[in-house]
């Protein structure tokens, strides 16, 4: 994944240099996040312990950024971490639709990110069940999911067939310790992009997250 320089780029943190998105809400931080001005442009550190789509880039996810203006259907939004960064990037022209099944969650979801972001909307809901939440948006460019479940890749799938376009994108998190704790990740990594190939979702890549998360895994792929 190459970084455009001007949404994401490099900042120097402490003398060294990190990953940053652009900080579309200037001023602040969501997890404590160091910000810095470059060129007149407020960035924010994107940390990837904090975020495994970071750690994918600095692994060297082949995908391409989201797109100014893309609608990201994010499964799993959590408190927030990595939404903020994808709202960064997909600018004041996106939206983001962060589905939270855990109403705790969503309060601190919606207090840290949500009260501060226009192109942030959350959902909360079950990412089970798809059909629950398809009047909020038309076909979504990209699907994030990052669902710690024994069928995180069947939850994908079923979002996939429900709300991605024709040629949209999926970033899916594969949790293997979610699925089996006996089996070798490895393994469990390639029965879970079988399963994505099977749905006719078209894998391009995929790259584990070690040494920022252990046992995971993120899969980029495209619907046909």
């Avoid at 799993?76 to 990037?89: E, L, P, Q, V």
Wanted: charged share 25%; hydrophobic share 40%.
């Amino acid at each position: 994944m190459e970084i455009d320089g001007l949404r994401v780029r490099e900042i120097d943190v402490e003398g060294a240099g990190r990953l940053a998105t652009r900080n579309l809400a200037p001023g602040v931080q969501v997890y404590g996040e160091k910000l810095a001005v470059m060129d007149g442009i407020e960035y924010r550190e994107w940390d990837p312990f904090r975020s495994k789509l970071a750690g994918a880039i600095i692994k060297k996810l082949d995908a391409p950024l989201p797109a100014s203006g893309d609608k990201v259907l994010y499964l799993g939004a959590s408190t927030g971490t990595t939404t903020s960064h994808i709202s960064d990037i997909v600018e004041e022209e996106g939206m983001i639709f962060g589905v939270e099944v855990s109403p705790r969650v969503a309060r601190e979801f919606m207090d840290r990110v949500v009260a501060h972001r226009a192109n942030v909307i959350p959902i909360l809901e079950d990412a089970r069940f798809p059909d629950r939440y398809v009047s909020f948006f038309g076909k979504a460019d990209l699907i994030y999911c990052d669902i710690a479940q024994p069928d995180q890749t069947e939850i994908a799938i079923r979002n996939c067939r429900a709300h991605l376009r024709n040629g949209g994108g999926l970033f899916h998190v594969v949790k293997a310790r979610s699925i089996d704790v006996s089996q070798d990740p490895a393994t469990i990594f390639g029965e879970e992009v079988a399963k994505l190939k099977t749905e006719g979702l078209n894998v391009r890549h995929m790259v584990n997250l070690e040494p920022f998360d252990k046992d995971h895994a993120l899969i980029y792929a495209t619907s046909a």
